[in-house]
């Protein structure tokens, strides 16, 4: 199967639904390592979105997700918005000669964009970040479609490690982002950012999966 530009636009809708869903749980766990306002500024960013998105023609899957990108690099304050943005920007970019999304495609896109939010935070796996999510997400995804699992499968393995890598933030001391300023403190606290991008992940599922609008 291959994503389409309606399946594209769900998984963005569907993503915008689980910020505003728990926008407050979000803050919650940024308000004990973090500025406190990651998930009021997800949903602002999100819903700033979804309109653009909605409004879209059918077109690429691309132009979508760079629709996205400018859109959150705009209105997402802190480090969310550039981080998001460079994450959809790059899988635009990646997609951009792509007539047709395979799993594979959006497997290659996927690690590509995980790789240039690293680039971006100067972050690495156990600095407690979205990378503590993302990454593990990715490599699942590569994996199962590697060893030959159907799409909805190796989906369901990414959706899965990624949340595992966002519990398995609880213990780690940050040593990035405004919880790395807590030094020993940040530990016993799930990321925030861990946490909203295995929500992407999730959404991810929800819409490419088989028989998803």
């Given amino acids: 199967m291959s994503v389409t530009f309606e399946q594209a636009r769900a998984f963005v809708s569907k993503f915008q639904e689980a910020i505003a ?6 803050t919650e766990l940024d308000s004990a390592i973090g500025d406190g306002d990651h998930g009021i500024n997800m949903d602002r960013g999100m819903r700033a979105v979804l309109p653009k998105v909605e409004a879209l023609p ?4 691309a132009d979508l997700f760079r629709t996205v990108a400018m859109t959150l690099i705009s209105t997402v304050g802190g480090a969310s918005g550039p ?16 007539e047709s999304v395979e799993p594979q495609d959006w497997s290659e896109a996927l690690t590509t964009a995980v790789a240039a939010v690293m680039s971006r935070g100067r972050a690495e796996p156990r600095d407690k970040t979205m990378v503590d999510a993302l990454l593990p ?5 590569a994996s199962g479609l590697a060893a030959g699992d159907e799409f909805d499968m190796a989906l369901q393995a990414a959706e899965e490690a990624a949340h595992q890598g966002a519990l398995d933030t609880i213990p780690m001391v940050a040593h990035r982002g405004r919880a790395s300023y807590l030094g020993d403190r940040s530990a016993g606290h799930q990321d925030p950012g861990a946490t909203s991008s295995w929500m992407l992940m999730r959404a991810a599922r ?3 999966a088989t028989g998803s609008n």
């Fill in 21 to 26: 869903a728990d926008k407050e749980y979000l």
């Fill in 206 to 208: 929800e819409a490419f």
């Fill in 83 to 98: 981080l998001y943005g460079t994450l959809f920007l790059q899988l635009g970019t990646n997609l951009k000669a792509k």
């Fill in 58 to 61: 059918n077109g690429t899957v």
């Fill in 137 to 141: 997400a990715s490599q699942a995804l």
